[in-house]
């Protein structure tokens, strides 16, 4: 029985603070890709609510990425074409999750504001 209680314990820390992790990932992604373009943190995540955010990152950040990749704001000099190889990358869709829980965690209605420094 206490083996069973200390495994459930310890399973329930481990996934809280896993789901913290993907947060804090996400900022770094954010502060590293899409600062440069978008300002802080605060100001895109907070332009969308949560299901809006959903609806972007769906298909591991297929729209988002179809987005940029279409957005007519993005020049052809040598930052526009690292956008473009970034949101087509494997990189992006492996680790787009961890940008969608950041955009989730900060949303318009989520009532919680991000520190981007």
């Given at each position: 029985?206490?083996?069973?209680l ?8 481990f ?11 996400g ?76 955009l ?14």
């Amino acid at each position: 029985m206490k083996k069973l209680l200390i495994i459930t314990i310890l399973g329930l820390f481990f996934s809280l603070t896993n789901s913290n992790a993907a947060v804090y990932k996400g900022q770094k992604i954010y502060i590293k890709k899409c600062r440069v373009c978008h300002s802080s943190g605060f100001d895109l995540a907070s332009l969308k609510k949560k299901k809006e955010w959903d609806e972007l990152m769906k298909r591991k950040g297929k729209p988002l990425s179809d987005i940029h990749l279409k957005s007519k704001n993005i020049k052809n000099d040598k930052d526009g074409k690292k956008i473009k190889k970034y949101f087509k990358s494997k990189k992006y869709f492996k680790k787009s999750r961890h940008l969608k829980d950041f955009l989730y965690e900060y949303a318009k209605d989520s009532g919680n504001v991000p520190a981007c420094n």
